[in-house]
T-cell receptor
Framework: DGGITQSPKYLFRKEGQNVTLSCEQNLNHDAMYWYRQDPGQGLRLIYYSQIVNDFQKGDIAEGYSVSREKKESFPLTVTSAQKNPTAFYLC??????????FGPGTRLTVL | GESVGLHLPTLSVQEGDNSIINCAYSNSASDYFIWYKQESGKGPQFIIDIRSNMDKRQGQRVTVLLNKTVKHLSLQIAATQPGDSAVYFCAETPSPRYGGSQGNLIFGKGTKLSVKP
């Protein structure tokens, strides 16, 4: 089945620790995105990538980093510099002529 | 700044009734609009989209209306069912859909739809 997957579903982080969220798609989409969603809020763009080995900052990139070494994969690292990382993280992908398809999300909690 | 917003944060309807969810946008350069449905703890699902050169688009039980004069977008759900209970987001992008970047898709805060049996 074609789709976009995220892992883990739940993630717990200690203060000062970096964590990496996985996002994989087998839809052959060029573009991939990371969003953050806080309770009762809409989605805010963290980073996006339109092509392998290239990515751009979104509205709230501080404290996050990404890589795009493969077309299928777009991992997001939440660094210790992100002071309020507890949120629901959503990955999406799209072709140039299509809407964005979302993964199931990863819920990150800081202990 | 320019942003997408919603008129109502919550909407409660009776099963079988029609639902109308509204969205206001302020970016006159927006070219492409999408409605997403998000169930609790899940990622958003695409429902329907519309380009700025259209006023209306219909899908299965859903219709999106675009009024560019007042910068208003609405989602109509016919014969609302319990499975329609979710948060609905509108999203806009000022970039052309074809050949353009969707990196700047802007989401509203969402409307929670509750369907009473």
């Amino acid at each position: 089945d074609g789709g976009i997957t995220q892992s883990p579903k739940y993630l717990f982080r200690k203060e000062g620790q970096n964590v990496t969220l996985s996002c994989e798609q087998n839809l052959n989409h060029d573009a991939m995105y990371w969003y953050r969603q806080d309770p009762g809020q809409g989605l805010r763009l963290i980073y996006y990538s339109q092509i392998v080995n290239d990515f751009q900052k979104g509205d709230i990139a501080e404290g996050y980093s990404v890589s795009r070494e493969k077309k299928e994969s777009f991992p997001l690292t939440v660094t210790s510099a992100q002071k309020n990382p507890t949120a629901f993280y959503l990955c999406a992908s799209s072709s140039q002529e299509d809407e964005q398809f979302f993964g199931p999300g990863t819920r990150l909690t800081v202990l | 700044g320019e942003s997408v917003g919603l008129h109502l944060p919550t909407l409660s309807v009776q099963e079988g009734d029609n639902s109308i969810i509204n969205c206001a946008y302020s970016n006159s350069a927006s070219d492409y609009f999408i409605w997403y449905k998000q169930e609790s703890g899940k990622g958003p699902q695409f429902i329907i989209d519309i380009r700025s050169n259209m006023d209306k688009r219909q899908g299965q039980r859903v219709t999106v209306l675009l009024n560019k004069t007042v910068k208003h977008l609405s989602l109509q759900i016919a014969a609302t069912q319990p499975g329609d209970s979710a948060v609905y987001f509108c999203a806009e992008t000022p970039s052309p859909r074809y050949g353009g970047s969707q990196g700047n898709l802007i989401f509203g805060k969402g409307t929670k739809l509750s369907v009473k049996p």
